[in-house]
């Protein structure tokens, strides 16, 4: 009797629970007992007497299998870790250089649908970062990947009208404050960051922590020939960023039916790139999926940076984007008429135009706003710390108030697209020549033309 030992394999190409059960049941099927797969960690451990068998097994369903020792997991995982922060770092300096941290397409309570169709091809993108292993697995379990995508996508799209009608509703009755709204775009952010890390090789230790619910694998719910059906109602429900966005605009509707639609149109948008990716990946091969999922990995942490540098203005701190510091100059001190700082900001297409002025502490603030070019980013300022949030309409707006603290004041529209500063010092006649600060720079909002 051939005696069984022990052994472990690396195993690559894994993106899902389902993707594990299947390379499990295989090696099973060979005579191998303590059969273990971790799609997370990227390994199967068993007790077999013919690794052979096993790695000519896992190589037929698509994934590529091999031995390993400790010492070589241990430098693959320092070197994968510095690779991470190489591209993270990367992400950022080309995000900075290029469409900025702001860059969404433009929203307002009176968005076209097709503007809302457009929105939603746009972040299918990060739709597909998202449930992209979701996808395949249902793709691949299926006969007929036509169909299984199509009854995904179904579901998906009346998920996120439901969630439009329901967040409308709540949006009719409460309003969140700018702070709320930038904490729950921050993590809306930092889950898509994680989510993105996640889906590379020497970060899958974050899978154990981000993964699909147990009962979408259990055999009745798989064997269920609606079951992809039910698994995108399920994933309609998941928290993403653009989702996420997309609901504080169906919230800001303050009506269930208009949230409703707005959801719907918006998810109609991202059905074409998921179902097209559905169908495909259930004849194109494995090789292929695994380089869309990693493309889609770093698509996905690009826009987590860029959202919760949006929750970041949303809450009135500096961003990202903040970078270069910039000397004081007469054009950024108030007038003082009748013991008031007397500031002007022309809110256009460009923005707010000046967005960063010097003020004195302790002496009242009149904050005149211009509304010359009213639009759906700029139509709503907040500065979250002093809790004041006012409507911007065409014309001349108003805003008093007395800064207390030295420090920086942060204001941003609605959106957390545009952002500005106030620099608050003690004395306005008694400045250093040398000083400087990082104000917010002038970003175009929306689709605003220069």
């Known amino acids: 009797m051939i005696m069984k030992k022990a052994i472990t394999l690396k195993i690559t190409g894994m993106h899902c629970n389902n993707c594990s059960d299947r390379i499990k049941k295989a090696v099973e099927k060979l005579g191998a007992i303590n059969v273990e797969v971790s799609y997370e960690k990227g390994l199967l451990t068993c007790d077999s007497s013919n690794i052979d068998k096993i790695l000519s097994s896992i190589k037929v ?23 991470g922060i190489t591209v993270l770092l990367g992400l950022y300096l080309i995000i900075k250089s290029t469409i900025g941290f702001n860059y969404m397409p433009q929203l307002d309570e009176n968005a076209s649908y097709p503007i809302l169709l457009i929105l939603g091809a746009i972040t299918s993108l990060h739709c597909l970062t998202m449930c992209g292993g979701i996808v395949i697995s249902q793709s691949l379990a299926f006969k007929n990947p036509v169909k299984s995508s199509l009854l995904y996508n179904a579901g998906r799209v009346i998920a996120y009208t439901i969630v ?47 993964k699909i619910p147990k009962f979408f694998k259990a055999p009745s719910f798989m064997g269920n020939s609606k079951a992809p059906f039910y698994i995108g109602l399920a994933t309609g429900f998941m928290p993403c960023g653009p989702l996420q966005t997309m609901q504080l605009y169906a919230l800001g509707t303050g009506s269930p039916l208009k949230g409703a639609i707005a ?14 990716f559905g169908t495909i990946s259930g004849y194109i091969s494995s090789g292929l999926n695994k380089k869309l999922l990693k493309l889609s990995a770093v698509l996905v942490m690009v826009l987590g940076v860029i959202i919760i540098n949006r929750g970041l203005a949303l809450q009135g701190k500096t961003t990202f984007a903040s970078a270069a510091k910039q000397e004081i100059t007469s054009a950024m001190l108030p007038e003082i008429i009748n013991e008031y700082q007397v500031i002007t900001t022309y809110a256009n297409n460009n923005g707010y135009e000046p967005n960063y002025f010097v003020l004195e502490k302790g002496r009242a603030v009149k904050w005149v706003i211009r509304g010359e070019e009213v639009n759906a ?15 911007v309409e065409p014309g001349y707006n108003v805003i008093e108030f007395t800064p207390e603290e030295e420090g920086q004041l942060g204001f941003s529209c609605w959106m957390g697209m545009l952002d500005g500063s106030f620099l608050v010092v003690e004395d306005l006649n008694n400045l250093p020549q040398d000083m400087d600060w990082t104000p917010a720079p002038t970003t175009p909002c929306c689709d605003g033309e220069r």
């Open 263 to 276: 959801m719907f149109f918006f998810s109609i948008g991202t059905v074409p790139l998921m179902m097209g």
């Open 377 to 391: 980013c700029n139509n709503e300022v907040a500065i979250p710390s002093l809790g004041i949030n006012m409507k």
């Open 164 to 210: 439009g009608g329901i967040v409308g509703g709540i949006g009719s009755v409460i309003s969140f404050s700018p702070l709320m709204k930038g904490y729950i775009t921050i993590f809306a952010g930092v889950f898509m960051i994680l989510l993105g890390l996640s889906m590379l090789e020497p970060f899958k230790f974050l899978r154990s922590y981000i």
């Open 61 to 83: 369903l698509g994934y590529e299998g091999s031995q390993i020792e400790s010492k070589e997991i241990k430098k693959s995982s320092y070197t994968g870790i510095f690779v």
